[in-house]
């Protein structure tokens, strides 16, 4: 920007060139020059934003001088003191205009970038440091929601009943959240990320209230639905907001910030949930999110400015239907099978059938639809794609590994259920650190492609470590073995999201945030299912070698019991499950060691297109599929 505004500035004052010329910036420009050689390369692509066309701005002073020295005056026209001025004000209005038509740019995410792009980059303005703040709040809300829940949900179940339907507590939710995630991105695309994320807070809010003064289980199950439709756009609103608000070279500095979220959330959602139960009840476990709700609100709505927007086209209906459906069949089909029915029952493969048709039609319908829900343009970028894989592959084995290590330590080193959370403190620790060092590493170098490929390494050396847990393994050999796991993981979580919203263009930032969201949430229904599958059939195996008819009974309803059924076993039966867990565990994390083999190879072909964003010392051009090349704000 400052190049086209020095330029047109100096053709008004040059009697032999109209106002409007931009002259070619020289090779040896340094950030003009290469982002001019970027923009040529990728003109094929798409105009970038510094070039769009832009309408002027009918309240701005000046407009109508501005226009009249705009485009199309006449070479040779003599050059007053006036036309220079004229000239002058052609450029500030054409700035302004830039910034007003830029995608979802505002005054706030300009000066954001301006910021990050001086010589203070380390200071962010205060109302951008709000704005996070309230970000990660509603971060928190989302992901700290079905930990607290799970520590009450025995409570809940007393007082309520309908203990048949207690897994639909969480299914509903689960359901409601992956179905609606790609609608809130495109939502945000269409229509401006700000009115779309307050109305998910509202959303998730209600439902939390309705859930909290639920009287029996049906309502609960109902609510909790509500609930999950906010908290799908929670998320993505969370990514896509700060992908318009920071340059993708500068978010690095904030994987730690969300890392750390990550991590309170899963040390504390059950600490918080059984302290909530047990001094205020099971309903303040929803009442909680409501205050911290209300000051996300109101921060965002003082503090937040970013255009409205107003897209003609209207919104896929038959598309959002049919990838509702199939994500719906999917999630089901990884939440029942093996548990409620078999894998093989008609059930469960009924659900298959309608998954696959409603997706297939899904990916027909995209095709011709003016908005699309998930355009699939943005799969042509070899980038996001791969980063789509490697984020699946990461929600597949993170999960998974947080639902088992618990089990392992729990049943077989004898570690107590009250501060379940604690017990991934290794895990979660290393997967801060790592994220926080690639944030800043990533930051001041502009290269990312090292990570993921030694974050799918670590998770697949960490995963093959914890499959050789057994009866006789400690505490800090299995802490060890999770640090290198939560080390990989580290590596990983952010920069998938980074990747993603640099491969896209600034109007498919919303579709790209959620749907790698969805595939990392895809990617851990699988996980869980499959694991959890290999899991028992495992544990029941070995039941039955080791403790004959007697293991069998035992496991009979579950392969997974609790801390007072197993103190009741006899010692024989005791000593049985605890080689039938560590050997189930084993399976689980030697699967998930070969799936992380995927996610390696796919890092491996990444291709490391530079950042986009303020204080870069060059463009770089994005791929053929349409990474943009960083451009100045």
């Given at each position: ?9 100096a ?20 950030v003009?020059?290469d982002?001019?050689?970027d ?14 066309p ?8 000046g407009t ?22 004229s000239a ?22 300009v ?12 200071k ?6 709000v704005?996070?703040l ?45 179905a609606?995630?790609?609608?809130w ?8 990320r700000?009115?779309v ?13 309705l859930?909290g003064?639920?009287?029996d289980?049906?309502q ?12 799908g ?5 969370v990514m ?5 608000l920071?340059?993708?070279?500068e978010?690095g ?23 909530i ?7 303040w ?5 409501l ?15 970013l ?5 003609d086209?209207?919104i ?18 990884t939440t ?8 093989g ?21 995209q ?5 699309p829900?998930?355009p ?20 597949f ?6 639902l ?30 790592t ?42 050999t299995?802490?060890?073995y ?9 590596c990983?979580?952010q920069?998938?999201?980074l ?28 996980g869980?299912?499959?694991?959890g599958?290999?899991?028992?059939n ?12 007697l ?33 189930g565990t084993?399976?689980?994390f030697?699967?998930g ?10 890092a ?9 964003g ?9 791929d ?8 100045a704000?």
């Amino acid at each position: 920007m400052a190049d086209t505004r020095t330029a047109g500035a100096a053709g008004a004052a040059n009697e032999a060139e109209p106002a409007d010329a931009v002259p070619e910036p020289a090779p040896d420009e340094g950030v003009g020059a290469d982002a001019g050689a970027d923009v040529d390369a990728d003109a094929s692509e798409r105009p970038p934003r510094s070039r769009r066309p832009i309408k002027p701005m009918r309240s701005a002073k000046g407009t109508k001088s501005a226009e009249s020295a705009a485009p199309g005056s006449v070479p040779g026209k003599p050059a007053a003191t006036a036309q220079a001025a004229s000239a002058t004000v052609t450029a500030a209005a054409t700035a302004a205009a830039t910034a007003a038509a830029s995608d979802t740019v505002a005054v706030d995410a300009v000066g954001a970038a301006d910021a990050v792009s001086g010589a203070d980059a380390g200071k962010q303005p205060r109302s951008v440091r709000v704005v996070l703040l309230a970000l990660m709040i509603a971060m928190l809300l989302a992901m700290l929601d079905n930990m607290i829940i799970g520590t009450a949900m025995p409570t809940i179940v007393g007082e309520l009943g309908g203990l048949e339907h207690l897994s639909w507590v969480v299914t509903a939710y689960t359901l409601a959240t992956a179905a609606s995630t790609p609608i809130w991105g495109k939502l945000g695309d269409m229509y401006g990320r700000k009115g779309v994320f307050m109305t998910s807070i509202v959303l998730f809010l209600i439902g939390s209230a309705l859930s909290g003064m639920a009287q029996d289980m049906g309502q609960l199950i109902g609510f909790r639905a509500v609930q999950g439709l906010g908290a799908g756009g929670l998320m993505v609103g969370v990514m896509a907001i700060i992908g318009d608000l920071i340059p993708p070279r500068e978010r690095g500095k904030y994987q730690g910030m969300m890392a750390g979220v990550m991590a309170l959330a899963m040390i504390g959602g059950p600490l918080v949930g059984g302290t909530i139960t047990d001094h205020w009840g099971w309903r303040w476990s929803f009442y909680i999110n409501l205050p911290l709700g209300v000051i996300a609100l109101i921060a965002i709505s003082a503090v937040l400015h970013l255009p409205k927007k107003r897209v003609d086209a209207r919104i896929d209906y038959l598309g959002a239907a049919l990838l509702t459906v199939g994500i719906t069949a999917i999630v089901l089909v990884t939440t029942w099978g093996g548990t409620e029915y078999a894998w093989g029952s008609a059930r469960i493969m009924e659900l298959i059938g309608i998954g696959v048709a409603a997706l297939i039609g899904f990916l027909f319908v995209q095709t011709k639809a003016a908005a699309p829900v998930m355009p699939l343009h943005i799969f042509r970028s070899r980038n996001f794609t791969l980063m789509s894989v490697v984020g699946f592959v990461a929600g597949f084995v993170m999960f998974g590994a947080v639902l088992f290590l618990p089990l392992y330590q729990q049943s077989v080193q004898g570690a107590s259920a009250t501060n379940s959370g604690l017990l991934l403190l290794p895990m979660l620790g290393a997967m801060l650190v790592t994220s926080m060092v690639a944030g800043r590493v990533t930051t001041n170098t502009g290269r990312y492609k090292a990570f993921p490929i030694v974050g799918s390494a670590l998770m697949v050396v960490g995963l093959y470590l914890l499959s050789l847990m057994d009866t006789d393994t400690s505490r800090l050999t299995s802490g060890v073995y999770m640090a290198v796991v939560g080390a990989g993981m580290g590596c990983l979580m952010q920069i998938t999201m980074l990747v993603s919203q640099n491969s896209v263009e600034m109007k498919d930032m919303g579709v790209a945030s959620s749907s790698t969201t969805l595939f990392r949430t895809l990617g851990s229904s699988f996980g869980v299912a499959i694991m959890g599958a290999l899991f028992n059939n495992r544990v029941q195996d070995v039941m039955s070698e080791r403790a004959g008819a007697l293991g069998s009974k035992v496991t009979e309803q579950s392969a997974q019991l609790d801390a007072a059924s197993l103190a009741k076993l006899p010692v024989a039966a005791r000593e049985a499950y605890q080689h039938a867990v560590a050997s189930g565990t084993h399976s689980a994390f030697l699967l998930g060691a070969v799936v992380a083999v995927v996610a390696l190879v796919g890092a491996v072909f990444v291709k490391e297109v530079p950042l986009r964003g303020a204080g870069s010392a060059s463009g770089g051009s994005g791929d053929a599929a349409g990474e943009k090349p960083a451009e100045a704000v």
